[in-house]
């Protein structure tokens, strides 16, 4: 999504708490007050929740652990919103902490800045970064995020859209996770209603190169699209043999919509203007000639406020897709 409105106070809370900036007892109290009427607890549990901690600013580190699903692959796209300049770095840290939390094989990212990559960095210690763009102060790009323990990287390209008027490109990494073959792509298509034909276009390319993606991995393509379905009718549909993971995994009314203004108030719409869009999606073409994986669920992350400045991570919500691996 492109847009963006100055709401918060800027991110001077991100710098490192020392002990001696521990909040006061009038502080704590207030605190404590925000946190239950947000999620309708008791001022005591908050408390209990908020005591020794800077309210979710540090990053929870990654843990090493045996693989408790060795029959199963995640995979979570997220725009990230690193356009929108307040508490870039602390929004960041609560990206890092739902993606150790979730514990995805692949994460793809859109929205991605220098400052808040660096905060991706330095918490996802348990993945190697690929990034699809060099990035400037004003610039934004896409990456993917693979779990060293289960990921084996053999290449990966940019392949730029040069019709983009917003410097748009497919990012495309070819790796083995858990053995399994697979050709990732994400993408951050052309933004806003104006620019539905240059989408389209777009679409029209990324679904090419699912098709011409070797026949056996299995291709995953996804990210902010900024799609709405009539766009979608008016190129023919998706084509044959690649399949939407939100339809096919059961089409949850409370996984559709990922930029949602009615429950996400981080852009600060109101009235009329408020709307909910399925915008973030991820398509599959299962491997030939026999399928390797199956989706078996998918459902929307980053639903919770970061209690220090009681917003949320972003204003996208991310979605996390369950596969199956098959005997």
Request: with cysteine; net charge negative; charged share 25%.
């Amino acid at each position: 999504m492109e847009r963006k409105t100055d709401m918060c106070d800027s991110d001077s809370s991100d710098c490192q708490i020392e002990e001696q900036n521990l909040p006061t007892a009038a502080e704590c109290e207030e605190r404590c007050q925000r946190f239950a009427a947000v999620t309708g607890t008791d001022t005591a549990l908050a408390m209990f929740f908020l005591q020794d901690r800077e309210e979710g600013e540090n990053i929870v580190p990654p843990t090493e652990k045996s693989d408790s699903e060795p029959h199963r692959i995640r995979l979570l796209s997220w725009n990230i919103d690193g356009l929108d300049n307040n508490n870039v770095k602390t929004r960041a840290k609560a990206v890092v902490n739902t993606i150790n939390s979730e514990k995805p094989h692949v994460v793809f990212v859109q929205e991605m800045v220098p400052s808040n990559e660096a905060v991706l960095r330095e918490g996802l210690t348990n993945y190697q970064a690929i990034c699809g763009g060099t990035g400037s102060k004003e610039g934004y790009y896409t990456g993917i995020f693979l779990q060293k323990q289960h990921t084996i990287l053999e290449d990966y390209q940019i392949k730029p859209f040069f019709s983009s008027q917003m410097a748009r490109s497919l990012l495309i990494a070819s790796c083995l996770v858990k053995g399994v073959p697979m050709t990732l792509i994400t993408s951050h298509l052309e933004s806003t209603k104006n620019h539905a034909e240059e989408r389209k276009r777009q679409l029209i390319s990324a679904f090419k190169h699912i098709e011409q993606a070797p026949q056996d991995h299995t291709v995953v393509f996804g990210g902010d699209l900024n799609l709405r379905d009539k766009e979608l009718e008016s190129i023919g549909g998706i084509p044959s043999g690649i399949v939407d993971l939100w339809e096919t995994t059961g089409r949850r009314k409370e996984a559709r919509s990922t930029w949602d203004t009615f429950r996400n108030d981080n852009l600060g719409y109101e009235g009329h203007s408020r709307a909910a869009l399925r915008f973030d999606r991820l398509y599959m073409r299962p491997a030939k000639p026999a399928p390797k994986i199956k989706a078996v669920y998918f459902e929307l992350v980053g639903l919770q406020r970061v209690p220090d400045i009681m917003r949320f991570p972003s204003d996208h919500w991310g979605i996390l897709a369950h596969f199956d691996i098959l005997p």
